[in-house]
């Protein structure tokens, strides 16, 4: 379908040259979610061909609040790479990332393959080898946040970079369906929620990334990282911005945004 292959090489121009695009669901409307995803893998595809290191995946719209605010109703996936991890409170450019905006989630990190369409909760509570709270700094290809579903999911979903905390907790040192998060910005809340927003939990999140990652032909490996979904709605971020996460269990992380563009 030519269609997804020009949505693909769109998104990808506006990677390269920092200029968002327009919309790509024209593109692949007669396709739906599938060529959605087609377009997605071929630039997952070009990428890794150029040298990314692919380390997990995010899982993205899994909480009410988010999927009202783009005006969809299903969760969908994209790739990590290993030049998307920020370490703790590093400075951020703010031209790095195109229309970020920032999302505190529960990240897990992976201590055995979860390779099976047919895992259960138990399967994935035992992979899981410790969880981390996480900011998501995501940003859209797509100019002015004017995205569906399907544009979303071809543009990797909305992924931009993420930062992980440095306090590990297995799974049963804290409630992460009830644990509490606050993604604050000088000390003013910009986002709430909970673990409950991730489908339920952040392990049912995990369980549908899973089932799906393994059809697709891209299982989940040991020592893959999930973002495993935002827990509040989504919050903008400007030049000298330093928004901080905290979720109950799992301690804080930051994320700290230059004042100026990174030239």
Known sequence: MA???EA???IYQASQ????CEPVKDLLEAGGVEAAYACQEINTKRWLDGGRRLVGRKIGLTSPAVQQQLGVDQPDYGMLY???DVPDGEEIPIDRVMQPRVEAEIAFVLGEDL???QLTTADVVSAVDYAVVAIEIVGSRIADWKIGILDTIADNASSGLYVL???PRSLFEFDHRLCGMVLERRGE????G???ACLGSPVSSALWLAKVMARSGRPLAEGDILLTGALGPMAAVEPGDVVEARINGLGSVRAAFASGNGG
Not at 17 to 20: D, L, N, S, T, Y
Not at 189 to 192: A, G, L, Q, R
């Open 165 to 167: 905390g440095s306090q």
């Open 82 to 84: 290993a030049d998307m």
């Open 115 to 117: 390779d099976s369409e």
């Open 189 to 192: 809340p910009i986002s709430v």
């Open 194 to 196: 909970a673990g409950a």
């Open 17 to 20: 040259h920092g200029k968002p």
């Open 3 to 5: 269609g997804i292959q």
């Open 8 to 10: 693909a090489d769109r």
